[in-house]
């Protein structure tokens, strides 16, 4: 009867090893995922706490991609720049003009049985052509430009054209124009604000482990608080709750600090103790236990003169 069985209980016992493992993964957010402004895509810097930060992996910033818009336009400009079968011969401008011209007229004269300069009366008759081309051409240049000067949209004036005219920081995405990038600006992190990091630090894990979402909308960005609900809804379905409680600060430094034109941003490196440990929903079993200590980068962005919010976490 057991040799019966055995294939049974052998493939029970498989099934709940791979349910104990993808439980014990998934207690606590361990992603890497948020925001920090300009510098998302970028490694924050070493500290004594942490060495380096594994790069974000889920983001709704999006990274630039320099020089989407510099082929195309420098397709263009060349198309526009290559120059006809006359004026590649003898050059551009206005001289390149009136070659072609004579040429062409030349060989009309040519074909039409009159010579190559047939037709124009000598050297006097020569003079006068080219002075009435001159003059045609630049009546015909002087209306063009005067044309385009009159459909051309108005410039700005005012404050706005005169911070853009200071404004020499580099442009967004790498485009020649556009919109110019506000460049960082390095800010002081307080003890105060240190005292912020480190309170918000608890809240939010223990708020985490309450399953409090209103909690957790008061603490972080909108992007975090999406991708901490998507984990909730995760562990309910699975029927589980990541029960987090008795978070300590045990070491943490400022990684880098700065501001983005209203908003101030400091990414700090933190390791802290923590009971971690998955629950069965129902019975309030303990599946699975985490170890009791963890080191993150937090990334925190505030509004001028505002509170303090979690906007992006990153593993070490």
Same mark, same amino acid.
Request: glycine fraction near 12%; charged fraction near 15%.
């Given at each position: 009867?057991?040799?019966?069985?055995?294939?049974?209980?052998?493939?029970?016992?498989?099934?709940?090893?791979?349910?104990?493992?993808?439980?014990?993964?998934?207690?606590?957010?361990?992603?890497?995922?948020?925001?920090?402004?300009?510098?998302?895509?970028?490694?924050?810097?070493?500290?004594?706490?942490?060495?380096?930060?594994?790069?974000?992996?889920?983001?709704?910033?999006?990274?630039?991609?320099?020089? &989407? /818009?510099?082929?195309?336009? %420098? $397709?263009?400009? +060349?198309?526009?720049?290559?120059? !006809?079968?006359? #004026? *590649? @011969?003898? =050059?551009?401008?206005?001289?390149?003009?009136? &070659? /072609?011209?004579?040429?062409? %007229? $030349?060989?009309? +004269?040519?074909?039409?049985?009159? !010579?190559?300069? #047939? *037709? @124009?009366? =000598?050297?006097?008759?020569?003079?006068?052509?080219?002075?009435?081309?001159?003059?045609?051409?630049?009546?015909?240049?002087?209306?063009?430009?005067?044309?385009?000067?009159?459909?051309?949209?108005?410039?700005?004036?005012?404050?706005?054209?005169?911070?853009?005219?200071?404004?020499?920081?580099?442009?967004?995405?790498?485009?020649?124009?556009?919109?110019?990038?506000?460049?960082?600006?390095?800010?002081?992190?307080?003890?105060?604000?240190?005292?912020?990091?480190?309170?918000?630090?608890?809240?939010?894990?223990?708020?985490?482990?309450?399953?409090?979402?209103?909690?957790?909308?008061?603490?972080?960005?909108?992007?975090?608080?999406?991708?901490?609900?998507?984990?909730?809804?995760?562990?309910?379905?699975?029927?589980?709750?990541?029960?987090?409680?008795?978070?300590?600060?045990?070491?943490?430094?400022?990684?880098?600090?700065?501001?983005?034109?209203?908003?101030?941003?400091?990414?700090?490196?933190?390791?802290?103790?923590?009971?971690?440990?998955?629950?069965?929903?129902?019975?309030?079993?303990?599946?699975?236990?985490?170890?009791?200590?963890?080191?993150?980068?937090?990334?925190?962005?505030?509004?001028?003169?505002?509170?303090?919010?979690?906007?992006?976490?990153?593993?070490?």
């Amino acid at each position: 009867m057991l040799r019966t069985y055995r294939p049974m209980l052998a493939l029970m016992a498989v099934v709940a090893a791979l349910a104990f493992t993808i439980a014990s993964v998934d207690a606590r957010p361990t992603g890497s995922s948020g925001s920090r402004g300009n510098h998302t895509f970028s490694a924050p810097a070493a500290t004594q706490t942490a060495p380096r930060a594994a790069p974000i992996e889920r983001s709704m910033t999006q990274p630039a991609r320099p020089g &989407a /818009a510099t082929t195309q336009t %420098a $397709g263009a400009a +060349g198309q526009a720049a290559r120059p !006809g079968l006359f #004026g *590649g @011969m003898f =050059g551009g401008g206005l001289l390149g003009g009136l &070659a /072609a011209g004579f040429l062409g %007229a $030349g060989l009309f +004269g040519m074909l039409s049985g009159s !010579g190559f300069m #047939g *037709g @124009m009366g =000598g050297f006097a008759s020569i003079l006068g052509l080219i002075l009435q081309v001159a003059l045609v051409v630049i009546v015909a240049r002087l209306a063009w430009a005067w044309w385009q000067r009159r459909n051309q949209p108005a410039l700005a004036t005012g404050p706005s054209l005169r911070d853009n005219l200071s404004n020499d920081r580099p442009s967004v995405g790498g485009f020649g124009g556009g919109s110019p990038a506000p460049a960082d600006e390095p800010i002081e992190i307080t003890p105060a604000d240190f005292d912020a990091f480190e309170k918000l630090l608890g809240d939010i894990q223990t708020a985490y482990g309450k399953e409090d979402l209103g909690a957790l909308r008061v603490h972080m960005t909108p992007e975090m608080l999406s991708y901490y609900s998507e984990e909730l809804a995760q562990n309910s379905s699975r029927g589980v709750v990541n029960q987090i409680s008795d978070v300590k600060l045990l070491q943490g430094d400022l990684s880098e600090s700065w501001r983005e034109i209203n908003d101030d941003y400091a990414t700090v490196a933190m390791r802290y103790s923590l009971t971690d440990r998955m629950v069965d929903r129902a019975t309030g079993r303990v599946v699975s236990e985490e170890p009791s200590e963890a080191t993150e980068f937090w990334t925190f962005r505030r509004a001028r003169d505002g509170q303090w919010m979690l906007s992006a976490v990153q593993q070490t």
